[in-house]
């Protein structure tokens, strides 16, 4: 089973500040498999990306995806207010999905 | 418009059995991949199983393997998570969504099932 580790835990920013978040992956996953959602309290998750760098319907473009391999890093360009949330990576491989664990995105 | 509703939230004693419920509408309910997510409080997703309600073909996470069983009935819509005998730590929010069809992600996620068992 591929374990997807997420870095960091918690990041701090301000509102206009740009957030990097990572995603690494235990072996190798093919970028069409890496996707990346947004979760806020009380709400189901939300997809933002998927085959590692393509924004799902009606996401703004201040959200990007990139990576290849074992590192993927989801951008978010200049925060607003609703991006603070936690955020997830997933992958598809071998019949199987994983989670990472999660980086909770938080106001600083 | 498409849409996964599930059914509503459960509390139950530890040894009961227990099934939930996800209908889909807008859309071809036997062409796409449903799946299973659970969420324990204050915890991250964890992957349960998938179905595929054109042929009834279901694949498991080893770590749920035995302990659920995922189901569909085509003829109304509706996929299911069920339970034979329920412990403390199933205790959790557990959503159904709907695999791209350009993908393999989530799209479409119900708004979640939230089980409580207790005594």
């Known amino acids: 089973e591929i374990v997807l580790t997420q870095s960091p835990g918690t990041l701090s920013l301000s509102p206009g500040e740009r957030a990097t978040l990572s995603c690494r992956a235990s072996q190798s996953v093919s970028s069409s498999y890496l996707a990346w959602y947004q979760q806020k309290p009380g709400q189901a998750p939300r997809l933002l990306i998927y085959?590692?760098?393509s924004r799902a319907t009606g996401i703004p473009d201040r959200f990007s995806g990139s990576g290849s391999g074992t590192d993927f890093t989801l951008t978010i360009s200049r925060l607003e207010p609703e991006d603070f949330a936690v955020y997830y990576c997933q992958q598809y491989g071998s019949s199987s999905i994983t989670f990472g664990q999660g980086t909770r995105l938080e106001i600083k | 418009e498409v849409q996964l509703v599930q059914s509503g939230a459960e509390v139950k004693n530890p040894g009961e059995s227990l099934k939930i419920s996800c209908k889909g509408s807008g859309y071809s309910f036997t062409s796409y991949w449903i799946g299973w997510v659970r969420q324990m409080p204050g915890k991250g997703l964890e992957w349960m199983g998938i179905?595929?309600?054109?042929?009834?073909?279901?694949r498991y996470s080893p770590s749920f393997q035995g302990q659920v069983t995922i189901s569909a009935d085509k003829s109304i819509s509706t996929a299911y998570l069920q339970w034979s005998s329920l412990k403390a730590s199933d205790t959790a929010m557990y959503y159904c969504?709907?695999?791209?069809?350009?993908?393999?992600?989530?799209?479409?996620w119900g708004q979640g099932t939230m089980v409580t068992v207790s005594s």
């Open positions: 085959g590692a760098s």
């Open positions: 969504a709907r695999r791209c069809a350009a993908a393999d992600a989530f799209n479409i």
């Open positions: 179905i595929y309600p054109g042929d009834s073909d279901t």
